[in-house]
């Protein structure tokens, strides 16, 4: 621990350490102007039905386009956006603009697709998100089945109490709730049983070594299984390899997403992909 390195309090940071935290400090004053200045975008990755190979739903992942920084991933500021507070806004932003990015497609006479969107613990919370999604599918004319929230187990850990009524409130409004990364955090199955769960997504640290480790074969059948006896459907991500893919589909995965379909790409490129799609 720094504090018990240090004589009186202090903190000790090694230079690396230093560099991190200004970089932090530095991404986390020019967040504060990256929606106004309009820095932020969205990409879509396809999510394929297994049973007959067609994009049923995209999930949108945001990016940063910083002028000098270039471009920062999620994974960086997110957490960033996190502990500064700033992370309710900026989702806000997502939300509203991958749900009018699924009412243009719906408006193009695109085949049906389900939007899912990627939620932090804090968004999750937040008292006015339910009336947020209330008002972005009245305002869109769009049913509440078209939207998905994909939540980290961890967004029960605190209050599973009031995390349960959350849902509740989500599903009474039909909008579909899946869990990201599912079997890396801390959900127990006596919480999974009672939450309004529609979706397992199987992390992709699982199917990565499907071709050689036995382990992550057993988890990823028994994550499947349970699933299905949970009446909840499965999505893989991650999917790269068609050996990966054969397994997954044997084992009656319903959704995949990874790179051996499409990365994630700008909302004209997935238009593009989509109606190729339909002409077939
Ligand atoms: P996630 O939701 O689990 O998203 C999957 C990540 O895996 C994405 O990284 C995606 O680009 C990447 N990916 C997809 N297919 C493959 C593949 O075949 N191989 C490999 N190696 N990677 C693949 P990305 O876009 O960098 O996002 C990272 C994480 O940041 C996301 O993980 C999610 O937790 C978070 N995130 C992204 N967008 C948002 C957002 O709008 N709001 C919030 N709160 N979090 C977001
Ligand atoms: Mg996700
Ligand atoms: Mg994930
Ligand atoms: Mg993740």
Redesign the pocket.
Same mark, same amino acid.
């Given at each position: 621990r720094a504090k018990a390195e240090g004589r009186n309090g202090y903190r000790f940071f090694s230079p690396r350490m230093q560099a991190q935290s200004a970089r932090a400090l530095a991404l986390t004053n020019a967040l504060r102007r990256a929606l106004e200045r309009e820095q932020l975008t969205l990409?879509y990755?396809p999510q394929v039905c297994l049973n007959t190979g067609a994009i049923c739903g995209v999930?949108?992942?945001?990016r940063w386009n910083h002028p000098e920084l270039g471009a920062i991933?999620?994974?960086e500021f997110?957490p960033i956006a996190e502990n500064s507070g700033q992370?309710v806004v900026i989702?806000e932003w997502?939300l509203r603009t991958a749900v009018a990015q699924l009412k243009r497609w719906h408006d193009q006479g695109l085949p049906p697709l389900t939007m899912a &969107?990627?939620?932090?613990a804090a968004?999750f919370r937040h008292p006015q998100l339910p009336e947020l999604i209330a008002q972005l599918l009245a305002g869109h004319g769009l049913p509440g089945d078209r939207l998905e929230l994909?939540l980290t187990e961890n967004v029960a850990i605190d209050d599973p109490e009031a995390a349960a009524q959350i849902m509740d409130r989500m599903h009474a409004q039909g909008v579909r709730l899946s869990v990201?990364?599912f079997g890396t955090g801390y959900s127990s199955l006596s919480q999974l049983k009672r939450f309004r769960i529609h979706r397992l997504k199987i992390d992709?640290s699982f199917v990565r070594d499907l071709g050689h480790d036995g382990n992550d074969r057993a988890i990823v059948i028994a994550i499947i299984r349970m699933a299905q006896a949970l009446g909840m459907r499965t999505t893989a991500?991650? &999917?790269?390899t068609p050996a990966q893919l054969a397994f997954l589909r044997e084992q009656g995965c319903e959704e995949a997403?990874?790179?051996?379909f499409a990365?994630?790409m700008p909302a004209a490129a997935l238009q593009e992909a989509l109606g190729r799609a339909g002409r077939h």
């Open positions: 990409l990755q999930e949108a992942l945001v991933g999620p994974a997110i992370i989702g997502v &969107v990627n939620l932090s968004q994909e990201d990364d992709q991500e991650g &999917v790269e997403q990874g790179y051996h990365k994630p």
